[in-house]
């Protein structure tokens, strides 16, 4: 299948898109610059997989909708979407300009929706297709000092679930994972305290790697997952127990 992953220039997105390829898919790999696309590209290609990178802001609409006739071009409509584009801003709430809180859900909220809403009607039309939303467990626990982000994460999570409950019917599958804290550039940006109390209050003792996140999207993606609707799957290091 076609396999599209947003934010794929790095990190969990990157890991995801490899993971992809080697389980067999096409990736167009997606990210913000075209230099760190093509070089996850790149990596797929040389590991033998086949992979096509796609710059684009996935909160600018026209950008959207550009990015997607020229997967379908180069491929065909993705059957599979991963939204993983994000980041981090860390602020006491009293800091946090507007033009934060807007930037960041622009990114997490506004792009996920917009690739959604790009992706579904060839979903639809095919009767199958595969949603997953990289949110944070976060989302679901707060953060301190990431207000804005965390609560950019919650709605993911609802999004997932609404549209999960809408869309299950007709073929597509959408399923969320919440990540706890990953080694990637976005948690290496955050303040050494807050990464220092966060390590100490997760029972695991540790912080996941990325190819950890790749394997649990991986089994959304595959036809293991099929009775998986509308759930947050949490390889948290134990920092949210359901």
């Not at 990157?14 to 075209?34: Q, S």
């Not at 950890?212 to 509308?230: K, P, Y």
Request: proline fraction near 4%; glycine fraction near 10%.
């Amino acid at each position: 299948m076609i396999a599209l992953v947003t934010g794929a220039g790095s990190g969990i997105g990157a890991a995801v898109a490899e993971r992809l390829a080697a389980d067999g898919h096409k990736v167009a790999v997606n990210d913000l610059h075209l230099s760190s696309a093509q070089a996850s590209a790149d990596r797929i290609c040389v590991a033998g997989g086949e992979a096509l990178a796609f710059a684009a802001d996935v909160s600018d609409e026209a950008a959207v909708s550009q990015m997607f006739k020229d997967i379908k071009a180069a491929y065909d409509a993705p059957q599979i979407v991963v939204n993983n584009a994000g980041f981090a801003h860390q602020a006491p709430f009293l800091d946090i300009k507007p033009a934060d809180f807007d930037r960041i859900f622009a990114v997490h909220v506004r792009g996920t929706y917009l690739v959604t809403l790009a992706c579904l009607p060839a979903m639809l039309d095919a009767g199958h297709g595969i949603v997953v939303n990289i949110a944070s467990q976060l989302g679901q626990i707060g953060g301190v000092e990431l207000v804005h982000y965390a609560g950019a994460k919650a709605a993911m999570i609802g999004m997932t679930k609404s549209l999960a409950r809408e869309m299950s019917s007709r073929g597509v599958r959408f399923n969320a994972v919440a990540p706890g804290p990953i080694n990637t550039p976005l948690v290496e940006a955050l303040s050494s305290t807050w990464k220092k109390a966060k390590r100490a209050e997760l029972p695991l003792g540790r912080f996941g790697e990325p190819s950890e996140i790749a394997g649990v999207v991986s089994f959304l993606c595959s036809d293991d997952a099929a009775l998986f609707v509308g759930q947050t799957l949490g390889p948290n290091s134990g920092d949210v127990m359901l």
